[in-house]
């Protein structure tokens, strides 16, 4: 098992490489397109041109501006947006990572516990009014617009309600750091949470109950019934316990991509100040060394996020584990 | 308890039928049998035929919708048929266990083989993990699986599919049961390989008293482990019988042209193997009179209102067939002696 990880290790090296220069590729290397005048924002002057394309190497090979870029992002750490008067890059995604970690890991605890319950009950169920309620409150859930219900939240909570008994610990919009006041960023991210989890846990408990009664159907199930198992367990140590192997890499995959800014309309809504939010306001500027960035940390993280799931793969399915 | 007069099962008058177009389709109809204790019983039939079925409605394990089960299943006197969930689960796995026909989806594949057979021995029994384990890997070594210990740590994909079999066998007899059923056990394996599992299944009357009500559609498999046999068409019984009397006497058509589609081992050999015309009617297209009546050579207008009734032809032997009530039986098999083992 250690030689398969460390194979993983090595692919997932390799694909960041090429990711890297892609990225590098897309935003400097397009034909036709001054990068100097794009990094340099709108209404530069000549001295502020001269001065970034020599800071950035756009006067040698394309090699060296590679390296260049890549030192600035992870070695230096000084790539600065002059769009934004100076200020640097990196420190910027520091800051915004953990608020966008901090929104997806609950949000994602919230939706993987809701979706096995409700996908769970709903296959345990079968055609029968529990099972029809649980999917259609999913279908509801997958066709409300994570913008639409945040800011529909907002307005009860924020406003129309908030002096109520009912929202009045609502806090105000924005982020409460954790080490600063774990009750206040609480507060401050449990609705952005649930908002962001209906649509997935409309998925997920969909595409579970789907897994679960196309699992009910196999001959181990069989088997586990005729072994006089209760059907309690034959329902959840037999069929979720291999349902789970599909679950995961759904999982994975939308996990890595909110983490990698995806959550960005509801960091706009709930004025959550994470990486969504960052390429949100990059965007409108034109702010290209954040947007490239930006891009750069997500797409490591879709990456990451890959390779975590292939491992997780390798612990939930011994035949993963034996293929390779 | 040698003079027990009661079976060990009796089922009487097993029908199953699923809704279907508004009404009702039968899949088994009227079928009875008994297992003695320690007997093997042969259920003989082609694919759609109701074997397993039959044996699925014995174990409760049929849960399509709407599905309903009647007549009677007598197991040591207790009525299988309507038993409440709770009791037929405690039953289930430990008294009346089941092996399937493909050992290679059988399994859970994500547990070990081991972790299976200690889940069963310890939903039926209070044993701690390690008196379960010890206990798997003994059935494990009783049924010629080698290195037992260590294949019970093994997942199922990496064992072959006669060692899974093996260990589907050793998981079904972990907590003595009285009855086995085994569905088409040895379709999914090669020659060889069937032939060690049923000679593990016949040794099992010796070994662990167990009774065994073995699927088939395999003649020869039949004419090698069985004592008795029930020929099984269209969801009906066509025939039964000791195995040695049906094999030499067929009294049903459909049981003859069974046999006459095995290849001789001895003498000439047919230039071609006959075979059954046409195919068997699937439920909802059944005829009115005999279902076998359109595929049979001896087919005529007294097959043809009703279906005939099951009547005594020998000692034990019983076949749905017009043909010997009339007077002419159908004439005893040359080849008997050849197929016999």
Redesign the interface.
């Known amino acids: 098992m250690i030689p398969t990880l460390l194979r993983r290790l090595g692919q997932t090296l390799f694909v960041l490489f090429g990711v890297s220069v892609l990225v590098f590729a897309v935003f400097f290397a397009t034909p036709g397109a001054d990068p100097t005048a794009r990094i340099a924002g709108r209404n530069a002057s000549p001295q502020i041109m001269e001065k970034v394309r020599r800071e950035y190497g756009f006067d040698r090979a394309l090699p060296v501006q590679y390296m260049t870029m890549m030192k600035k992002l992870f070695i230096t750490r000084d790539l600065a947006s002059y769009a934004d008067r100076g200020e640097l890059v990196v420190p910027q995604i520091e800051q915004a990572a953990p608020v966008t970690a901090c929104l997806v890991c609950g949000a994602a605890f919230i939706w993987v516990s809701a979706s096995i319950i409700m996908g769970t009950l709903a296959a345990a169920f079968r ?1 029968t009014w529990v099972d029809r309620t649980l999917m259609l409150a999913g279908l509801v859930g997958i066709s409300i617009p994570v913008f639409w219900l945040g800011q529909v939240t907002n307005l009860i909570t924020q406003s129309r309600y908030h002096d109520t008994w009912l929202f009045s610990w609502v806090p105000g919009l924005g982020y409460v750091p954790f080490s600063e006041d774990p009750g206040g960023w609480f507060r401050a991210l449990v609705i952005p949470w649930v908002v962001l989890a209906v649509m997935f846990i409309g998925i997920y408990s969909r595409v579970l109950r789907a897994d679960l009664v196309a699992l009910a159907g ?3 199930m ?9 059907p309690t ?1 034959v329902m959840l ?2 069929g979720l ?2 349902a789970l ?1 599909t679950f995961v890499s759904l999982f994975g995959l939308d996990f890595a991509q909110l983490v990698g800014g995806g959550a960005l309309l509801t960091e706009v809504v709930f004025g959550l100040p994470g990486v969504g939010r960052l390429t949100y306001r990059a965007l409108t500027n034109l702010d290209l060394p954040v947007i490239m960035a930006t891009v750069m940390y997500s797409a490591i993280f879709v990456v990451v996020a890959n390779a975590v799931v292939d491992m997780v793969y390798l612990l ?4 993963v584990r ?1 293929a390779r | 308890m040698p003079a027990d007069p009661m079976p060990l099962l009796d089922v009487r008058n097993l029908c199953v039928s699923v809704p279907a177009n508004g009404g009702m389709i039968r899949l088994v109809e009227n079928v009875s049998f008994c297992v003695d204790e320690a007997e093997i019983v042969g259920l003989v039939g082609e694919s759609g035929s109701g074997k397993s079925v039959t044996a699925m409605a014995l ?1 409760g ?1 049929i849960d399509s ?1 709407g599905v309903q089960v009647r007549g009677s299943a007598r197991f040591r006197g207790q009525e299988l048929v309507g038993m409440a969930p709770r009791a037929l ?6 008294d009346i ?2 092996i ?1 026909q ?1 050992p290679m ?7 070990t083989i081991g972790w299976q057979i200690d ?2 021995i310890r ?2 029994e209070r044993l701690s993990r390690r008196a379960a384990r010890a206990r798997t890997v003994q059935l494990l070594a009783e049924m010629g699986v080698p290195d037992p210990a260590r294949t019970a740590q093994r ?1 199922p ?2 064992l072959s599919g006669g060692l899974r079999q093996r260990a ?1 066998i050793a ?1 079904a007899l972990s907590c003595n049961p009285t009855l086995l059923i085994a569905d088409e056990p040895t379709t999914a394996l090669d020659v060889t390989v069937q032939a060690q599992i049923l000679e593990l299944l016949r040794g099992l009357r010796h070994s662990h008293g167990s009774s065994v009500l073995l699927i088939t559609h395999d003649m020869g498999v039949v004419a090698q482990t069985c004592a008795r046999t029930l020929v099984l068409y269209s969801g009906r019984m066509a025939e039964s019988g000791p195995t040695a009397t049906l094999f030499a006497r067929p009294a049903h058509p459909y049981t003859a042209a069974l046999l006459d589609s095995i290849p001789p081992l001895y003498g000439p050999r047919p230039h071609r193997l006959p075979a059954i015309a046409g195919l068997p009617p699937t439920p909802r297209e059944r005829p009115a009179g005999c279902a076998f009546g359109p595929r049979c050579a001896h087919v005529h207008a007294t097959c043809l209102p009703a279906p005939p009734a099951l009547a005594s032809i020998g000692p034990g032997q019983q076949a749905a067939c017009v043909l010997p009530a009339e007077g002419t039986p159908l004439p005893p098999r040359a080849t008997a002696q050849a197929t016999q083992p």
């Open positions: 055609d196999e001959d181990f069989r088997t586990a019934r005729a072994k006089g198992l209760s367990r140590r037999h316990r291999t192997v939930l399915d011994p035949r034996d | 174990m394990l919708p689960r405690a039953l289930r796995g430990r266990a089941m399937f493909d989806t059988a399994f859970t594949p994500v547990y889940e069963q939903a039926h997942y994909h990496q589907m998981m």
